[in-house]
């Protein structure tokens, strides 16, 4: 089985701290996915990458940035904490596909407050 | 420009009752078309993909390309099928598997 990990399910932050969130796969899947998810707004792109040290924006990249050094390994970063930026963060891997578009795997998600 | 659209926040049926979740996107090419589903205090995953046409916990859905839909139905409600649900397209034209979500829709199946 797949399986995506993240670093922290609750984080608790205040306005202007920086904030890491990681996302760990071990699969060995290409293609590495941040989202935020807010109610009534379903699931937002923010970055993707789809090979170590690649990186793409989303829909809503602004205020975010991502690292991916190694394989496995995709972390969201927050530069400066903003109290809109409160929000349930979700991390996905795909695996590259030949013909049809790759599923899927998510994490468990982190709940990120910022006050 | 790319666009899925769930046009109920909130579905709410009685067990043994029809489910009928909707979905309409907006791609000029030929999308591929996913639902996802997030149960109470889990992950989100998988639940069906219109490329593989079948049935999962009975659940199936139809691409409707002359209507931009792809409406998830159930003829008879269950309990444990109480979640959240979403579509999402991935337009096709890249295997790095970019997907576009809806807006989500709670499915609540009262007893």
């Known amino acids: 089985d797949v399986k995506v990990t993240q670093s922290s399910r609750y984080l608790v932050k205040r306005t202007g701290e920086k904030v890491f969130l990681e996302c760990v796969q071990d699969m060995d899947h290409e293609n590495m996915f941040w989202y935020r998810q807010d109610p009534g707004l379903g699931l937002r792109l923010i970055y993707f990458s789809y090979d170590v040290k690649m990186k793409e924006k989303g829909d809503i990249p602004e205020g975010y940035s991502v690292s991916r050094e190694k394989k496995e390994r995709f972390s969201l970063i927050l530069e400066s904490a903003s109290t809109n930026q409160t929000s349930m963060y979700l991390c996905a891997s795909s695996a590259d596909s030949g013909l049809a578009p790759p599923m899927q795997f998510f994490g468990p998600g982190t709940r990120l407050t910022v006050l | 420009a790319q666009r899925v659209t769930q046009p109920e926040k909130l579905l709410s049926v009685f067990k043994g009752a029809p489910v009928e979740l909707k979905c309409n996107y907006s791609?000029?090419?030929?999308?591929?078309l996913f639902w996802y589903v997030q149960y109470s205090r889990q992950r989100l995953q998988l639940l069906l993909r219109?490329?593989s046409r079948e049935s999962i916990k009975g659940f199936t859905a139809d691409l409707n390309k002359g209507e931009t839909s792809f409406h998830l139905k159930k003829p008879f409600a269950q309990e444990e099928d109480s979640a959240m649900y979403y579509c999402?397209?991935?337009?096709?034209?890249?295997?790095?598997?970019?997907?576009?979500f809806g807006q989500g829709t709670t499915l609540q199946v009262k007893p």
């Open positions: 999402a397209l991935s337009g096709g034209s890249s295997n790095t598997g970019k997907l576009i």
């Open positions: 791609y000029s090419g030929s999308p591929e």
């Open positions: 219109h490329i």
